[in-house]
């Protein structure tokens, strides 16, 4: 292909999108962590919910808890993904699952984002970062950190069953559903 004429403004164009397409392929190695391996122990953690309590995970033996990591509060794609959470909660109670979510937000801006949506289920502030770093959900971008969309089912003992590392928000709820069904099928 010849560039002529605007032969600058293509090269430009050029290189940005093979700088983009190379930042978005190297956006894996943003990630701070290891992610857990299915059958390790979930790590433990103690965050502040949006009611300004303390959270542990520890307090959840005995039952299935999905934990899931999101960005940010107020954002379209972390919206739709509480929402669909939080129609199916029904669904996660009949399974004995607890579902909490977690994003490096302050428990003030879980708070404010549950009265607006109408949440009822907790969302977790993990204002320092240990929690999402811990569970490799950490996502620096330099500039900007976020926890990454990425969820983990722990089991009645406190073990990973499950993670879901690419997670589509419009059908997650979903999808941790029919996966909780199919564990619980197995540990029968």
Partial sequence: ????????????????????????????????????????????????????????????????????????????????????????????????????????DSADSHKRFCAKENLNFKLLADTSHQTSRAYGSLLNLGFLKVASRHTFIIDPQGRIARSFIKVDPNLHSQQVLASLDALQNNAR
């Avoid at 002529?4 to 943003?30: C, F, K, N, P, T």
Wanted: charged share 15%; net charge positive.
């Fill in 1 to 104: 292909m010849r560039f002529e004429g605007g032969s600058v403004i293509w090269r430009v164009l050029l290189v940005l999108a093979v700088l983009g397409i190379a930042a978005l392929w190297a956006a894996r190695s943003w990630l701070v962590g290891v992610v857990p391996a299915v059958g390790s122990v979930a790590p433990d953690f103690t965050l502040s919910s949006q009611e300004g309590t303390p959270v542990s995970l520890k307090n959840y033996r005995g039952q299935w808890v999905v934990l899931y990591f999101y960005p940010k509060d107020f954002t379209s794609g972390c919206t739709r993904e509480a929402h669909n959470f939080q129609r199916d909660q029904a669904q996660y109670s009949q399974r004995r699952a607890v579902v909490l979510g977690v994003s490096l």
